[in-house]
Structures are given as structure tokens and as C-alpha cells.
């Protein structure tokens, strides 16, 4: 949830850390704050309240002085308001010592009673300044940062990621990590950290992941990592696949709308590889054997929000192709109700982050339970792909605005392969309905961009309607999730009260929400590929439009039966009727986008959200 960077080198520390905090924005926006161990020797911080332009334009009016050495943190607020006093650095060692967090310490209100009893002072509400002024207690104690972290990380209970330091030891930062994610970027005569390497894709693109219970020193020349007992750990180091440019907006109005525009290759770019001579191969899966794949007689697919819904999507054509029973849940339900799990069971995870931590804890316990984890992740170096038995990553490149849309066409992608893959291997599937799907597929991208030639009568439709108070969404199948999608996209954006109904749930209830000139978007199956479907969510549109509903329905280009009876059509291409939610989806982002653009909201950062929820 938040956003931390680390710097020891020879460039001017300030600038590397707001670089890095501006990438890293869209972890949490309602504080920010550095602290650096100046060339005078002593430790300045500055932090505010409020958006990264808050602390930059103090900066300006009251400049701090520069170093070679900094931690810097953007906050979304757990413990204590979003107030200067609660954002970060806390200090400690009577503010010779500096320390950002990102996580929950669960055990805080003990740890800070057992400082107050000896006369320790605190100055803000939030669980970090616990570990701040623990910290500092054991400095004084051991006068050695390392060891002063190695005794504060087992005292603390729950998740954290920790980075520190202190003015007597001028060039070095050191972190820790325990279920909160830490990344390490190599320079040249200088070193970084990073809650993912976002913050210093600038300056490198040799980064290291760093493990669970873990602590990392930097210095400018050097990295050393050991678990908790100080004994030094083995890491491996990858390359950063993208560029800083993909992390910036490029001349795009917002993140969003740069990311919409990226989907056709988002899904390219995830089939990139994986199909050769017209077959699915997915060599991440190597590993884990065919025989796995072969021995399962239960999939569960466990996600959060838009990821989730990916999953539901795409639960239908696993189910389908491989004849395996597929169930999706949120995480977070999944983990608290004792479900049942057997070595027989794969549990697929998907996360854009692969931090988010209902998901990990998730795939933490199916593990521990004996079930194997497969996860789809978009992040290299995240922790959910680190704790699974296997993953394929999604290719969509960094995806930077907090409401997620081209990651979602990349994951269903992502499932859609590997349930040919499944079909292939446990031999549900012949070679000409392989091939048939595997040629539906890599045909999506280039109607992907046809769909978005359509983008700009859906933002006049979103400008004409941008003092609606409540949206519908209706679908059925594969459908009925994109109508779930598009509720929480209308939600997060643009803060308008909005629901996704499976169509024929709406005679058992939702009907009576119907009123005149209630918007319902529809998303209708296609009369070629679903015939019965089709004609039953027609009904539906007359039903609801007998009843004063203004109907917006994303149909098939040619839906001669939906005309006379929609408001506005936004027609999409054809495609196979598992295809369309691809197609189908791209309209509501946009549609949402455009209506928060309307209303003079920030489309890229919605207010009380977070791009990656690392706190349970
Ligand atoms: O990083 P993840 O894919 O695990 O994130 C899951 C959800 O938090 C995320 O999809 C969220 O629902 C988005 N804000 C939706 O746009």
C-alpha cells in the first residue's frame, strides 16, 4: 500500500527519491516524505500531508539540504490519519535515525507501552514509530544498524517492510521485509531500494528480489543480504524486461487512458511466445510436469477485484476446454473458511502486483494445506509468483493507474492459454479445436484496436451522462463478469452507485431498481456464437425497457435484433463467444474513464484507493 525507496551513491539523493516516489505514487497518495543524511553530516527530513506535488512544492519554497544517501516513503494510511505528524520518516535515536514502513505491525500498542514505560516519546498515531523508536532504542544499544535491526525484526509481529538510516553511518541503507515486498536495484558506485523497481528503473535494470525474512545493507559499492539470523543469503539477480518511459504518461491525459490504449499489445505481448506452430506452449509450467496437470480433479481460482474477475472469465473456458470443475474466490474468503484442499486441487492465483496480500496469505495456506499454486502475475520480482509452485506472467508492462484494465485483458489471456494448455495435456481438446481457439485468440489484439477507434463516441455518451446518479450493468456467461467489472470500474472512477447483475437473475429482484431513465449498460452475447443466450438477454432488454431503462448495449457489430430496442449500441467485432469479454470490457473502462474525466475527478488516482492492497 505504500511506496518506498532507498539511495546510497553519488547522485544527489533528493532527486532520486522523488523520482522514484513519483513512480511509486500510485502504491498510496496521502503522504509523502524523505529523509537524507545531508553532506553536513546530520539527518534532514521533510514530509506533508497530501499528494507528492505537496512535499515537492515545500521543497521548493524550503529546500532541505542534498546527500548521497536517502530513504524516501509515499503513504496510504492504516494506522493514524493522513496527517504530517503520521506521515513518514518516524525518527528515533533522538532524531539521528530515520525509518519508512510499509505494512501492519499488529503488536505495536505493546511495543509502544513497553517505550513509553521507559520514557520513550511518540509523536504520531501509526504502528511505524513503534518500530522507529525500537529501533533507535537498540542502536544506542548496539551502536551497529544491522544488529539493531536483525533484535526490532523479531520483536515485530505481522507485515512489514522497513528501510532505515542513521547519521553515524553515513552511506548505508538497510531494510527488511517480511510478507511486504522489497526489491533491490545494482548500479554503478551506487545502490538502490525499492518497493518494486519502478522506484529505479531510471538508473538500472539489474534488480534482485529479496526473500522472506530477509535484511538487506546497501552501501554505494555493496549489497548484503541474510535472513534474520544474520546468516548471508544466495539472491538472484534479474533484468528489468521495460523502460522508464513505459512507467511514464507519454503525452496520454492520464495513466488510464495510456494504459486502455496499450491492450492490443498487453494481449500480444502475453501470447508473445507461448503459441508456436499454432501451439499453446507455456514453458514456465516445465517444472511443475504434465503429470500435475493430469493428476488435478479441482481448480480454484483465487483473486481480488478486477483479478478476480479475470478469474471468473476465465473459469468459464477452463471449464470448458478442460473438462476440469473450475471455482473462483476473493482471497480473502477463501483463506477464512477452512475450505477443503487435497494435493489433487490447483489453486491458480492471479494479481497484477503479485502483492497483494489477501491473495499471497491465500496461496500461503492452500500450499501449507498440500494443494499446488500456480500464479499469474504481471510484476517480476513480486512475492506471490516467489511463494507459488509456478508462474506464467502476463506481458502487459507496467500498469501504473490504480484502476486496472489492460492487466485484466492480459490475465484473461494468460488463462485462456493455459486452459488449451490443460485441454491439450489431459486430452479434452482435438487438434482442430485447439487450433480453432488458439486462432480466436491471436486474432484479439488486432480487434482490440478496432474496438478502441470507438473510443470517442463512448466519451460523449460518458459526458452526456455525467450527472447520473446510479449505472446497471447486465450479462450473462461470460458476459455476466464484465458486468461486474464494469460496476467497479463506474464505482472506483467515478464514485457513482453501480451494480453488475448476471441478466437472468434480474426477474428474481434487480428489476425492480428499474425506473425511467435508469441507464443499464447490457452486454449481449452473440446471436451467431450464443443464439440461445442472445435471444433470451434481448428479452431481458425489452423487459427492463418496458420499464423506462435508457439501455446501452455492447453488442456484436450486425445485432440487427437489439437495435430497435437499445438507446445507444456500441457495437464490437465478432469473435467466438469465450472471446467476447476481451472485446466487450474495453467500452466500460473507457466509459468510466471519461465519466470521472467529466466530473473533474483524478482518473488516475481515486480517492481512499491504493494500486496494490499489501495490508490484509
Ligand atoms: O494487484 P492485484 O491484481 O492483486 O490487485 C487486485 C485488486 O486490488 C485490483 O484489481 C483492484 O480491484 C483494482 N483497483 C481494480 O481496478
Redesign the pocket.
Known sequence: MCGIVGYVGRERSLEVLLGGLKRLEYRGYDSAGVAIIADDGQLHTAKRAGRLSVLTDELQRHPISNGRTGIGHTRWATHGGPTDHNAHPHLGDDGKLALIHNGIIENFSALKEELLAEGYTFTSETDSEAAAVLLGREYAATGDLVEAFRRVVTRLEGAFTLLALHQDQPDVVVGARRNSPLVIGLGDGENFLGSDVAAFVEYTKRAVAIGQDQIVTITPDAVTVTDFDGNVVEVDEFEIAWDASASEKGGWSSFMAKEISEEPDAVANTILGRVVDGKVVIPELDELGDEVLTDINRIVII?????AYAGMVGSYAIEQWARVPVQVELSHEFRYRDPVLTPQTLVIS???????MD?LMAVKYAREAGARAISVCNTQGATIPRESDAAVYTHAGPEVA???TK?FVAQITALYLFGLHLARVRGALDEAQLAANVAELTAIPEKLARVLESSESIAQLARWMSDTRAVLFLGRHVGYPIALEGA??LK?LAYIHAEGFAAGELKHGPIALIEAGQPVFVVVPSPIGSPELHKKVVSNIQEIRARGARVIAIAEQGDAAVLPFADEVVPIPLAGPLFEPLLGVIPLQIFAMELAAAKGLDVDQPRN?A???TVE
Open positions: 483473486a481480488c477485484g478486477t483479478a492471479i494479481s497484477q502486483s503479485g502483492e497483494t491473495t490504480v484502476a486496472s492487466a467497479l470500474k472506483e484507493l494500486k496494490s492492497v
